[in-house]
Structure formats: C-alpha cells, structure tokens
C-alpha cells in the first residue's frame, strides 16, 4: 500500500462576482442623473458647491481606499492634493492657451501627486502602527516646507487666477455650467477608478493584508509591496482630486497641503463610513455643507463640526453610512429564520 504524497496548490484569491448593476452602481447612477440638473436650479444648490463637495468626495475616496480597505492611516494626503493642484496650477498659468493645455496640465499634475506617494509610500511602508502614521506627517510637513519656499508655488499667496482653458481647443471651460459637467465626468471616472480597485482581485487582497497580514504572508503575497501599492493608487486619486479642484476654484494655497486638510479627510471618512463606498461622499457632503452654510458665525464652524464628530463617534461609530448598512444586515438576519419555516416541508408531509 503505498501513500501518495499530497500537492498544496497556492491559494489564490478570486475577484468578487459583479452583478450587470449592483446596488452601489444604481445608486451611484441615481446620483449622477441627478446631478446633470443642478446647473438649472441654481435657486436650490448652487453648482460650485457641488462641484466641491465632488473635488472633496473624491479626495476623502482615495483616503478611504488606504484606510477602509487597507488598514493604513496616513497623514500625508493634503500633500498629494496639494501637489497636484500646484503643478496643474502652474502650468496653466503658463501653458492654459494652448489646446492641449488643459490636458497636459491636469495629466502632469496627477503624475506629480503619483510621484510623491510614491516617495513618502517608499519610506513609509515598512513601518507599522503609529510610525507609519508619524513618518507620512513628518514626510507631509516637507512638502509643506517646499511649497512656502519654492518661488513657482507663490509662496504664501500661492497661485492665484489660474485659467480653466479648453479642452482640445474645442469647449471653453470659463463658464461655470461647461466645468461643471466637465468636472462630474471626471468625478464619475475617478468614483468608478475607485469601485473598480476594491471589487478587483487586488482589493481584496488588500483587505485580506487589512484583516490579517501574517497569513496574507503566509499565503505568498509580498504585503510591503501592495501596501505599497494601495499607497500609491491612493496618492494618485487624491492627486487627480487636487487637479480638478484647482482647475474649479482657479486657486491653489497653502491650506492645500497643510495639516488641516489631511485631518480633515480623515473626519470626512470616518463621519461617513469607514470601508464602505458612499461613506467618504456623505462625510464630505456634511463637512463641506456645515462649513459653506455656517461661515457666517467664523471659527465656530470648526467647534460645530468637532461635536458633530464627537456625536457620530459616540452614536455612530461606524459612520453614516455604515450604520445603516449595519442596521440592513440586522434586519435581513431577523427576517431569514421567519422565512425559513416557509420552505421546509411540514412534518405530515415529510417522506
């Protein structure tokens, strides 16, 4: 009798079946639908606000994309924000006439904003835990540094009056309602870019480096290189964030890259829903609302917004968004043992 030596195959890790059209991407349609009306009503919502709390949403999608699905919290994303708005920023100031102008700039600033997470991710990454977190603030505090010092960023002024331009010399994107449609179409590319990443083969890897590294180890995958990977991905989406809101606003300044911003998109992540799709938009539509429709009472803005935070941590600890996906999932597994009596045969029936 002889034994025949088993083979272990290598786990891999298969993608998540997608529906034709998920739930996340009907609601997301829904959104979007109704988005294309806002430019006629205005006496309802205004469009810039809109399209900031896009340029935002966008920005708090890319740092949920490193904490909610990798587990990494970092302290550097205003610099990939920052980065990127400042060279779109100039080179528009330079080049904006040219048709191709817009293009270039918006491209080459998204490149940048690749280029410094890569950099703070290839110094970062190694470490775990709260060094990780402290090495992308220090990392983070450079680029501020640089951008106050460099004489192309303005400096304190920073860069101001930035042309829209034109794309290929064909749409003007001086109108408000032409950036407008220009910028939810970014917006959508860049929510979809997002969905695309976590729903993919290599999403969920980075949730299984979240959920228990050393296996993830053990199972064969490199976990340095894709969280440093997921870094880089994040950096380039907060970046291509950056670009279009300096392309909006026509405006680029320190508040950008500072501390402030990257503390912020942390409140809008959590305030929504860590891990989950629509939680860094909602978060970004209340921080971004309360700070436009309180302006009038100053610095207060920012004590509301802390006790609002306060609250949602206390109550909601899982965010908006995820409270209620938590309070579905309760209702769903109440609902599953009334319905289970249904289908099983009755004991006068049974063979």
Known sequence: MSIKPVSLKPISLKPMPLKPMSITLKIFALLVAAA??????????????????????????????????????????????????YVTGALMIRFGTHPLGTVTAFTLGVLASALVGLAIGGLAVRRRGIYFAMITLALSQIVYFLAVQFR?????????????????????????TAMYYVTLVLFSIGFLFVYRVVHSPFGQILQAVRENEPRATSLGYDTDRFRLAAFVLSATVAGYAG????LVFQLVSLNDVSLHTSTEVVLMTLLGGLGTMFGPLVGATLVVGLQNYLATIGDLVTVVIGLIFIVCVSFFRRGVVGEYLEWRRRRAQRALPAREPATAPSPSHAP
Not at 154 to 172: A, K, T, V, Y
Not at 243 to 246: D, I
Request: net charge negative; glycine share 16%; charged share 10%.
């Open 36 to 85: 294309l009306v806002v430019p006629y009503v205005p006496g309802i919502i205004y469009p810039i606000f809109v399209m900031k709390v896009m340029c935002y949403g966008l920005f708090a999608c890319a740092f949920n994309l490193l904490l909610g699905f990798t587990g990494l919290v970092s302290f550097a994303h205003a610099a990939f924000l920052g980065s990127a708005g």
């Open 243 to 246: 670009a279009m809101k300096a």
């Open 152 to 176: 192309w960023t303005g400096g304190e002024d920073g860069l101001q009056g930035i042309p829209r331009g034109n794309l290929f010399g064909l749409l003007d994107l001086s109108s408000d």
